[in-house]
């Protein structure tokens, strides 16, 4: 049996932890000889045929391991079809490496972008097997990603060592934490840090609102604030445009990021020292927590699962809190958004913290 692995997109917590699973339970439980290729830099490996034949102990003490040990890459969905200079399109390429390598199936990690591609793959007649990573969670068919409880633990941290600086200093700190269309990592990292203020792309901003929470706060003799922004925030005023309309308005008011662009347009409204704080990739960096090694041991022995049975075209996921599959062209299907209307926001609600709108 050959099977070839692949990590795809941006990092995250978890994707050596995955990886591991697979292989052990692969090797473990496969009655005919397994030969493991590990097809580097994701996609773009596959492309170029940049992989290498590895020995099953090479996956071995990994678990604990940040990053990826194949390397990762961004390969736009949009540009699967685009040619090179023999007229050879980047799909094509990947078909004809995946059949150089005579694989038995592929094994894909990775998020939304990423199962754009393996569906694609699947759906030309290749053997493909995914594994859901993302620190957004945002992924269809899954309750659950690898890397996202990691992200949350990091985030939450963050917030943590901010209280005590803001409230030693009297300043409102905003914290910008990862997520461009998913609001996730912030609503959880956003109420494990005890934010007083949580902001996600889902729920449009007022800052005016926003400003009004804030100086109740203070006049109640608060000391500090705390307000946990995702990084694609949008006003209420922004959400009424077209992309192409919000991008012309940002880049008029020299937009940098949500966090920094929040200092300025309450520096002009609160009277308070505020700061903002940008943790970045640090957000995807580092071991796993325990939960993900869990996690994403459990998923890869359920990939190896589904390849020793010649399931092939779906997806390892997390359905009613068991863990087990479903279709690619499920996995595809409109990303996970946090619903206004869910149980947790009406429970953030409950609690007092303000949400912006």
């Known amino acids: 049996m050959r099977v070839g692995i692949l990590t795809s997109g941006g990092d995250c917590q978890g994707l050596n932890g995955a990886m591991y699973g697979l292989v052990k339970a692969?090797?473990?439980?496969?009655?005919?000889k397994l030969e493991i290729y590990g097809i580097l830099e994701g996609y773009t490996g596959l492309i170029n045929g940049d992989y290498k034949k590895m020995k099953s102990e090479e996956f071995e003490g990994i678990l604990n391991m940040g990053g990826s040990i194949l390397g990762n890459s961004r390969q736009p969905f949009k540009r699967i079809n685009d040619a090179d200079e023999n007229g050879v399109t980047k799909l094509q390429s990947m078909i004809k490496n995946y059949k150089n390598m005579d694989l038995d199936c592929l094994v894909v990690l990775g998020g939304n972008g990423s199962h754009k591609t393996a569906?694609?793959?699947s759906e030309q007649g290749l053997n493909v097997v995914t594994l859901p990573k993302t620190i957004d969670n945002d992924i269809n068919g899954?309750?659950?990603?690898?890397?996202?409880?990691s992200a949350i633990d990091i985030a939450t941290r963050t917030l943590e060592e901010l209280h005590t600086t803001a409230k030693s200093h009297k300043r409102i700190i905003i914290d910008e934490i990862m997520g461009n269309k998913a609001g996730f990592l912030t609503l959880y990292s956003g109420i494990a840090g005890e934010a007083d203020i949580i902001?996600?792309?889902?729920?449009p901003y007022s800052i005016d609102k926003i400003v009004d929470f804030i100086n109740k706060k203070l006049d109640e003799g608060r000391r500090h604030i705390i307000i946990a922004a995702a990084e694609g925030i949008i006003s209420k005023e922004e959400s009424k445009l077209t992309k192409k309309e919000l991008k012309q308005k940002r880049a008029t008011e020299n937009y940098t990021s949500a966090a920094v662009y929040l200092e300025k347009k309450l520096s002009e409204k609160v009277h308070r020292e505020i700061r903002a704080v940008v943790p970045g990739h640090i957000q995807r960096g580092g071991s796993p927590c325990a939960y993900d090694k869990v996690l994403t041991s459990r998923l890869g022995a359920k990939g190896?699962?589904?390849?020793?049975?010649?399931?092939?075209?779906?997806?390892?996921?997390?359905?009613?809190?068991?863990?087990?599959?479903?279709?690619?062209?499920v996995a595809v299907e409109k990303p996970k958004r946090v619903n206004p209307n869910d149980e947790i926001v009406k429970q953030v609600r409950m609690m007092g913290i303000c949400l912006g709108d």
């Not at 902001?199 to 729920?203: A, K, R, T, W, Y």
Request: overall charge negative; hydrophobic content about 45%.
């Open 304 to 329: 190896a699962e589904l390849i020793l049975n010649k399931e092939y075209g779906r997806m390892v996921a997390v359905v009613n809190n068991e863990i087990s599959s479903v279709p690619l062209s």
């Open 199 to 203: 902001l996600i792309p889902e729920i």
């Open 142 to 149: 899954t309750e659950m990603t690898f890397g996202f409880q």
């Open 119 to 121: 569906n694609l793959l």
């Open 26 to 32: 692969l090797n473990f439980n496969c009655k005919e």
